[in-house]
T-cell receptor
Framework: AQRVTQPEKLLSVFKGAPVELKCNYS??????LFWYVQYSRQRLQLLLR??SRESIKGFTADLNKGETSFHLKKPFAQEEDSAMYYC???????????FGQGTRLTINP | GAGVSQSPSNKVTEKGKDVELRCDPI?????LYWYRQSLGQGLEFLIY????????KSGLPSDRFSAERTGGSVSTLTIQRTQQEDSAVYLC????????????FGAGTRLSVL
């Protein structure tokens, strides 16, 4: 079965430090991967998708098919990055998203 | 509209009662999705609509759950004979056809079954 695993429920780093949120997936087909973010008292929103290969708010994520990973990285964390982050997988030919359980990121001043 | 609108924002009900949750998608979005977020769990897919049809209902957890969409717009998720394990945040999302999975989410309905 398709699955997305985010091994860290909680992650805390200091402002200015690098941050990496891990995401691994299991899917035998051609995956499409996303990162969604939910800031405090805001709705869930798309942060980035792998096919765009872009940097949003300083975050990047590279799809590694060999390791079946899509880790989210930022070289210098900022306090406003504190939020809940969800990795999601879209299956080939399907519309639904399969989400991981999320990682709550806290950036300490 | 400005975004995906869900109502009510909170619903408290007694075990055994029926509840209806409403979703009003972004105007022009033909695809609509329902997800559920239970305490300590990730987001769990329930059902997907394309127009008024639901080609994927695979996530509905039991036959107590049903959903419909009318006029290609508003959708209602109905839970019959609610149970305590139905307590969760129910999220609705919509997307444009052809922009697969750039899904725009509503603020959710927090359902509490006592």
């Amino acid at each position: 079965a398709q699955r997305v695993t985010q091994p860290e429920k909680l992650l805390s780093v200091f402002k200015g430090a690098p941050v990496e949120l891990k995401c691994n997936y299991s899917y035998s087909g051609s995956p499409e991967l996303f990162w969604y973010v939910q800031y405090s008292r805001q709705r869930l929103q798309l942060l980035l998708r792998h096919i765009s290969r872009e940097s949003i708010k300083g975050f990047t994520a590279d799809l590694n098919k060999g390791e079946t990973s899509f880790h989210l990285k930022k070289p210098f964390a900022q306090e406003e990055d504190s939020a809940m982050y969800y990795c999601a997988l879209s299956l080939q030919g399907a519309q639904k998203l399969v989400f991981g359980q999320g990682t709550r990121l806290t950036i300490n001043p | 509209g400005a975004g995906v609108s869900q109502s009510p924002s909170n619903k408290v009900t007694e075990k055994g009662k029926d509840v209806e949750l409403r979703c009003d998608p972004i105007s022009g979005h033909t695809a609509l999705y329902w997800y559920r977020q239970s305490l300590g769990q990730g987001l769990e897919f329930l059902i997907y609509f394309q127009g008024n049809s639901a080609p994927d209902k695979s996530g509905l957890p039991s036959d107590r759950f049903s959903a419909e969409r009318t006029g290609g717009s508003v959708s209602t998720l109905t839970i019959q004979r609610t149970q305590q394990e139905d307590s969760a945040v129910y999220l609705c999302a919509s997307s444009l056809r052809g922009t697969k999975n750039i899904q725009y989410f509503g603020a959710g309905t927090r359902l509490s079954v006592l």
